[in-house]
C-alpha cells in the first residue's frame, strides 16, 4: 500500500507540474502573439513596393510556384498575406507553362482579378486547343486583352487560329510569337489576331511576316527566329521605323539586291539554338546600314573579315559597339585592318577566338597610331587558347606594351577596361614579369581581368 501511495503521489505531482508548464506555455504563446515586430510596422505602401522588388526577374517554373514571389508572399503571415493580395502589381506578370490544369480557367480569373487595371504580362507556352478548359480559359483571355502590354505565345499555328480575331490589344507594347516548328509545314491562312495591335513597336518571331497581319510600319525593334534569308529581307523593308533588329538564319542566301535602311541602330546577329546551323553573317552583304551604332556577331557561320569591310566600306557606319565572336574552330576569327575600320570611332570592342596575325597588327597599331580607333574604352578577346589560336600569355605580351605606349602618349580617350579570357583548362600559369605591366595599369586607373577559362 505504502507503495501505491507513493506512485499516485508522484503521478499527482507531475501532473501539477505538466498543468503549471501548460499555464506558462500559454503565457509565453500570448506575449509572442502580441510582439509587433518592426517589419509589420512599415506603411502598407512601403512593404507593398517592397513585395514588387522581390519579383523575379526569371522564373524557375511559372507563375504557379510557391517558393516564388507572390506566392511565397502569402505564405509568411495573415498581414503579408493581404498586402500580397492587395497589390496590384504582383498580379500583373501571368506566366504559364502547359494547359492541362484541371484550375487554369479558375487560377487565370483570380489572378487577373488580383491585378486589377494594372497593364497585363502574358506568357503562354504549351498546346492550347489540346487543353480540356481552353474555351472556358480563352473567353477570360479575350475579356482582359485590352490590358494587355506584352504578350508571348511558344504554341502551335492551329492553336493561334482558334483564337480567332476577337481580341482588343490596343494597349499591347510587346508581342512574341514562337510557333513549335512541326506546325509550321502546315499550310495556314495569314493570321488576323493581331492586326489592331496599333501601339505595338517590338515583336520576336519565327513565323513567316506574311503569315502575320501587324502594322509593320511602326515596330522599332525586331527578332526574327530560324528565319530564311528572303524573310530577313522582307521584314526589314516592312519597317521603315526599325531602330534595333536581331536575326537569326538558317539556311543559305540567294542573289538579291542590297537593301538600305537608314533608320537601324542596333542589329544583333545570332544563332537560333534550335537551328542546326546558323549563317546569319551572310546577312552583311546585303545590307547597308548608315546609322548603325552597335554591331553585335555571335556564335554564326558564314563570318570572313572581307564581308565585315565590304559593308563598313558600303555602309560608313557611326559604330560605337563592335563584337564579332563567330562560330570558328581555334584562332580563325580575322577583322581586317582596313582604312574604313581604323577610322571607326568605336568606344567597345570584343573579338573572339582571333588570329594570331590579327592581334599582332591590331597591338602595333594601337602602339603606334594616334588615329587608331581614338575613342576605344573597352577592349575584350576572347576564348583564347584554341587549336591554331593565340595563347593567353602571348596577347598580354603584345597588349603590353602597347596598352601602356597609348595611355602615356594619347591626350584623347583613353582604354578603360582590357579583358581576356582562355578557352581550355588547365589554366595557365604567369609569371610576376609578365603580370607586372598590368598591375601598373591597374594602379592607373584601368579596369584589367584576365580570366584563364571563359566561364571562370
Not at 41 to 47: A, K
Not at 143 to 172: C, K, P, Q
Not at 268 to 292: D, E
Amino acid at each position: 500500500m505504502d507503495h501505491n501511495a507513493a506512485l499516485r503521489a508522484e503521478f499527482h505531482n507531475l501532473s501539477l507540474s505538466i498543468s503549471r508548464q501548460k499555464l506558462r506555455l500559454e503565457n509565453l504563446e500570448s506575449q509572442l502573439v502580441s510582439i509587433v515586430y518592426p517589419v509589420l510596422t512599415l506603411p502598407f505602401e512601403i512593404t507593398s513596393e517592397i513585395f514588387v522588388q522581390c519579383l523575379p526577374d526569371k522564373r524557375g517554373k511559372d507563375v504557379v510556384n510557391p517558393r516564388e514571389a507572390p506566392l511565397l508572399l502569402m505564405q509568411v503571415c495573415v498581414a503579408w498575406r493581404q498586402i500580397a493580395i492587395s497589390t496590384p502589381p504582383l498580379w500583373s506578370t501571368f506566366d504559364v507553362v502547359g494547359l492541362n490544369r484541371l484550375d487554369l480557367t479558375q487560377l487565370a480569373s483570380v489572378w487577373f482579378e488580383r491585378a486589377g487595371t494594372c497593364p497585363l504580362s502574358i506568357k503562354i507556352e504549351g498546346p492550347l486547343v489540346k487543353a480540356d478548359n481552353f474555351p472556358d480559359f480563352l473567353e477570360i483571355f479575350r475579356r482582359r486583352s485590352r490590358e494587355m502590354r506584352s504578350l508571348d505565345l511558344h504554341t502551335g499555328l492551329n492553336d493561334l487560329e482558334s483564337m480567332g480575331s476577337r481580341l482588343d490589344l490596343a494597349s499591347l507594347r510587346k508581342l512574341s510569337v514562337r510557333v513549335r516548328w512541326e506546325s509550321m509545314q502546315q499550310h495556314v491562312h495569314p493570321l488576323h489576331l493581331f492586326q489592331n495591335a496599333y501601339r505595338l513597336h517590338e515583336l520576336t518571331s519565327n513565323l513567316s511576316p506574311s503569315l502575320l497581319h501587324l502594322p509593320w510600319a511602326q515596330l522599332t525593334k525586331f527578332t526574327g527566329e530560324l528565319y530564311t534569308p528572303a524573310q530577313c529581307l522582307e521584314t526589314t523593308d516592312w519597317m521603315p521605323n526599325l531602330t534595333e533588329c536581331a536575326l537569326a538564319v538558317s539556311r543559305t542566301w540567294p542573289d538579291s539586291p542590297i537593301i538600305s535602311h537608314r533608320k537601324l541602330r542596333h542589329l544583333t546577329l545570332f544563332s537560333s539554338p534550335t537551328a542546326h546551323r546558323s549563317c546569319s553573317a551572310i546577312v552583311l552583304a546585303y545590307l547597308t546600314l548608315p546609322a548603325l551604332q552597335t554591331l553585335k556577331i555571335r556564335d554564326v557561320g558564314e563570318f570572313t573579315g572581307a564581308l565585315l569591310d565590304a559593308f563598313l566600306r558600303r555602309s560608313l557606319p557611326p559604330l560605337r559597339q563592335l563584337v564579332v565572336c563567330p562560330e570558328t574552330v581555334g584562332g580563325s576569327t580575322e577583322i581586317l585592318l582596313s582604312p574604313p575600320f581604323m577610322a571607326l570611332r568605336l568606344t567597345e570592342l570584343e573579338i573572339g577566338d582571333p588570329l594570331p596575325a590579327f592581334i599582332s597588327h591590331f597591338f602595333d597599331n594601337l602602339a603606334q597610331k594616334a588615329d587608331f580607333l581614338p575613342r576605344l574604352q573597352v577592349l575584350s578577346v576572347r576564348n583564347c587558347n584554341g587549336p591554331r589560336g593565340p595563347h593567353v600569355g602571348w596577347i598580354l605580351s603584345q597588349a603590353a606594351a602597347a596598352i601602356t605606349r597609348r595611355r602615356n602618349n594619347t591626350s584623347g580617350p583613353q582604354l578603360q577596361l582590357f579583358h581576356v579570357t582562355g578557352q581550355k583548362r588547365p589554366a595557365p600559369s604567369f609569371t610576376e614579369t609578365e603580370l607586372l605591366p598590368f598591375i601598373q595599369l591597374k594602379e592607373s586607373g584601368m579596369d584589367i581581368h584576365i580570366d584563364s577559362y571563359e566561364g571562370i
